[in-house]
């Protein structure tokens, strides 16, 4: 079975990246009339049918094959890191809404 390795996990970021620049080099395309939506980058084919691989409870290796943008499953992807930049924690602390506001 195709377990995604770390280089593997490597070509789809890569992979996945190349693509994001080619459509924002389209939409920073301001002339008139837009140019055709162009070809995404051909897809790696040993990324095809390419599993988590993540090692399970089981000691078995991971056989989801949905997997996300860094090569791994929903459930082995990590938990999010939460805001790393200053900007992102500032934003985060404004976040407050009546919702969130301790009730009187
Ligand atoms: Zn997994």
Redesign the pocket.
């Given at each position: 079975m195709n377990f995604g390795t770390p280089e593997k996990r490597k070509l789809l970021k890569r992979h996945n990246r190349e693509c994001d620049e080619v459509f924002e080099a389209w939409q920073a395309y301001e002339m008139l009339p837009c140019p055709p939506l162009p070809e995404a980058p051909h897809f790696p084919e040993d990324l095809h049918d390419m599993r988590?691989?993540?090692k399970?409870r089981k000691g078995t290796p991971?056989k989801?094959k949905a997997?996300y943008g860094n090569g791994?499953?929903k459930?082995?992807g990590g938990l999010s890191t939460g805001p790393r930049t200053a900007e992102g924690k500032a934003r985060s602390a404004r976040n407050w809404t009546k919702r969130t506001l301790p009730k009187r």
């Open positions: 988590c691989g993540a399970t991971c989801q997997i791994r499953c459930f082995h």
